[in-house]
């Protein structure tokens, strides 16, 4: 007697369940690593599309602030006054509005020594002094200006001269890395240089 084929006697088997949960764990393991990529690759991109801010801008724009509030108004030609060399940094003296409309004398001053950048404010009523560091990482201020093609190294050049259209400054770190940014001034506005004493910045 004839004995059917073997395979007619073997049941067909599919996945049994454990071999389903590992098979569906792989797949959740490999979307997952593919998600993690393609957000990854996606902040990269708008990280290289974002433009980076400098990191001296608070600096820029409080010294944008400080020269519209406190460079001198046409009619008043006497104050405030404006100074700037390698050796001093960038000095300023204004006469702004205090109580009642008095005008109290303000005097900022930037220089750079061995701990880095420094800003002292000076005023009049009531008597107060005041110096910060702002930043530890510049190692020198550099401050010049133009007025038309002439180049300005040092402010003011005589007893009562106008103002130069623009001023410049550059701030370079220990590393060599420099900032620079420049400012445009009203050439009408002047600044006189009495109120200047010949002094040392750091004291």
């Not at 490999?30 to 990280?47: C, G, H, K, N, P």
């Not at 050049?157 to 900032?179: C, N, V, W, Y």
């Amino acid at each position: 007697m004839e004995h059917p084929p073997t395979y007619l006697n073997t049941r067909s088997r599919g996945f049994s369940l454990i071999e389903l949960l590992i098979a569906l764990s792989l797949v959740s393991v490999v979307m997952a690593l593919a998600w993690i990529i393609l957000d990854s690759t996606r902040q990269v991109a708008d990280e290289i599309q974002t433009p980076i801010e400098p990191p001296l801008q608070p600096l820029w724009n409080q010294l944008e602030f400080e020269f519209d509030h406190h460079l001198p108004q046409p009619t008043n030609t006497k104050f405030p006054s404006l100074r700037f060399s390698e050796k001093t940094g960038l000095e300023m003296i204004s006469l702004l509005p205090g109580p009642e409309n008095v005008p109290l004398q303000t005097e900022l001053h930037y220089w750079v020594d061995e701990e880095g950048l420094k800003k002292s404010i000076h005023i009049s009523y009531p008597p107060t002094a005041q110096t910060n560091l702002i930043t530890a990482d510049v190692a020198s201020l550099r401050v010049w200006a133009r007025r038309g093609e002439e180049e300005i190294l040092h402010y003011p050049l005589e007893q009562k001269t106008a103002l130069p259209h623009i001023i410049k400054m550059e701030l370079r770190s220990a590393d060599g890395t420099s900032f620079t940014r420049e400012w445009f001034l009203p050439s009408s506005l002047h600044a006189s240089s009495t109120t200047f004493e010949n002094e040392d910045p750091a004291e």
